[in-house]
């Protein structure tokens, strides 16, 4: 009886230290399995594996995005560019950027970009999930979280340089495609989206994420 309450200790012990940073309530993912097309489902597969995978370092996800996108071809890595680049276009709210001041302390310009990505990089179920109801961010992060994944800019000019050998950036790299179809999520591009809010609204807004990092 002893031998076997310790082996289910054990193995619990074990599903507990295994479990990635802010899964929350998402179901774990399948090994990754390479598909034809770049499409949403395809790129979310590529996000989730990486997310599962990366022991919590945003540093180790952006690699294992590198190293399964350089596995496409070239105009399927712009097409990841492009569905990247409107993932982050359609988190630009009113609403992110008061979770983003609730969870950072503060907003920028170059912050609330890389919180987005963040956000992208938690994986499909949170990432949409905190679009419907930001609030409910705060069952899937702990306190002390560093809500910036910057890297994720810069995974489709790696292999994509990667799979042509290019170093140069020129108007065929992925980033460039996807500014020349109007997805400019930087300065000059879309206004944000919602109503805005003044600071003493935040704690009534979102009480749960307001307790948590207050």
């Known amino acids: 009886m002893f031998s076997i309450t310790l082996l289910l200790l054990m193995m619990a012990v074990i599903v507990a230290c295994s479990r990635p940073r802010g899964s929350g309530g998402q179901t774990k993912v399948a ?5 034809n097309n770049m499409d949403e489902k395809e790129f979310w597969k590529i996000i989730d594996y990486a997310f599962y995978t990366s022991g919590g370092s945003t540093k180790a996800e952006g690699d294992i995005i590198i190293q399964k996108l350089s596995q496409y071809t070239p105009e399927q890595i712009v097409d990841f560019e492009i569905i990247l680049c409107k993932k982050i276009i359609a988190a630009d709210d009113y609403k992110i950027v008061a979770i983003d001041k609730i969870i950072d302390g503060s907003v920028s310009d170059d912050t609330y970009l890389y919180f987005r ?10 990432f949409e999930q905190t679009i419907k109801d930001p609030d409910s961010l705060a069952d899937v992060i702990e306190k002390g979280v560093v809500p910036d994944f910057e890297d994720l800019l810069f995974v489709s000019t790696t292999a994509y340089q990667n799979k042509t050998g290019k170093k140069e950036e020129d108007d065929a790299f992925p980033r460039n495609v996807a500014y020349d179809k109007g997805l400019n999520y930087d300065f000059g591009g879309p206004k944000t989206t919602g109503k805005d809010w003044k600071e003493s609204e935040l704690p009534g807004l979102y009480p749960k994420l307001w307790k948590k990092f207050n």
């Not at 090994?31 to 598909?35: A, D, I, N, V």
């Not at 990505?117 to 949170?126: N, R």
């Open 31 to 35: 090994e990754y399995q390479k598909g």
């Open 117 to 126: 990505c963040w956000l992208i990089g938690l994986g499909q179920k949170t």
